[in-house]
């Protein structure tokens, strides 16, 4: 079973780029999750869908755009990309009130540089 | 909003001892959950707690949830090397709610 698969896994991009980073699971959830994760500071919330048709802003959203195309694809999109969005970036996803509570189900990350 | 400490940031540690790791919040939580993280990969559930005061065991593992519900700890007896990697705590208030995330401990074993 794939689980949650991200692309691409690693990126470097010059400052003021553009670009989508790609998520997909099947395993039928309903929220999906965005995730930066940088030293010192654990995961944060970027965005986050809680159900197909709906986003909503999580801690650090600001210089992100999403898109919950559809039930198994949430993408994130930085327009104008800026050195301090260098980080590895992690979607997750998971159906509230199912299985273990709060259990996030992680992909393997996407490492973003930013010059 | 909630803030989460975790504690330690880092151990390095000898193959064969035990491990202890805690989180601690300004805001109860009714839910904790411990993940690991290995190199290179994402964060995968070790053990989830939902009642102050449970203790709950996976193996190796051991965590407690709090009594105060602010609170929670890790331990991990007779560490191995596949141990390596870092360990987040989370916390959420209620089975819909979003997850906020310690920053991490950071575990080195040495043969």
């Known amino acids: 079973n794939a689980g949650v698969t991200q692309t691409p896994k690693f990126q470097v991009l010059k400052t003021g780029q553009s670009m989508t980073l790609q998520c997909a699971q099947d395993m039928n959830h309903n929220s999906m999750y965005w995730y930066r994760q940088d030293p010192g500071m654990g995961l944060r919330l970027i965005y986050y869908s809680a159900s197909e048709g709906t986003t909503d802003k999580g801690e650090v959203p600001n210089g992100y755009n999403v898109s919950r195309l559809n039930k198994r694809e949430f993408s994130l999109r930085l327009e104008s990309a800026a050195p301090s969005q260098t980080s590895v970036y992690f979607c997750a996803s998971r159906t509230p009130g199912q299985g273990f509570p709060g259990e996030l189900f992680f992909g393997e990350g996407s490492r973003l540089t930013v010059l | ?111």
Request: a negative charge; aromatic letters at 10%; hydrophobic letters at 35%.
């Open chain 2, 1 to 111: 909003g909630q803030q989460l400490n975790q504690s330690p940031q880092s151990m390095f540690i000898q193959e064969g001892e035990d491990v202890s790791m805690n989180c601690t919040s300004s805001s109860i939580f009714n839910t904790w959950l411990w993940y690991k993280q290995d190199p290179g990969e994402g964060p995968v559930l070790l053990i989830a707690l939902y009642k102050a005061g449970e203790l709950t065991s996976n193996g190796r593992l051991t965590a407690q949830f709090g009594i105060t519900r602010k609170d929670s700890f890790l331990n991990i007896s007779a560490s191995i090397p596949s141990d390596v990697g870092i360990y987040f705590c989370a916390g959420q208030l209620n089975s819909w709610g979003k997850l906020q995330f310690g920053a991490g401990t950071q575990v080195v074993v040495t043969p």
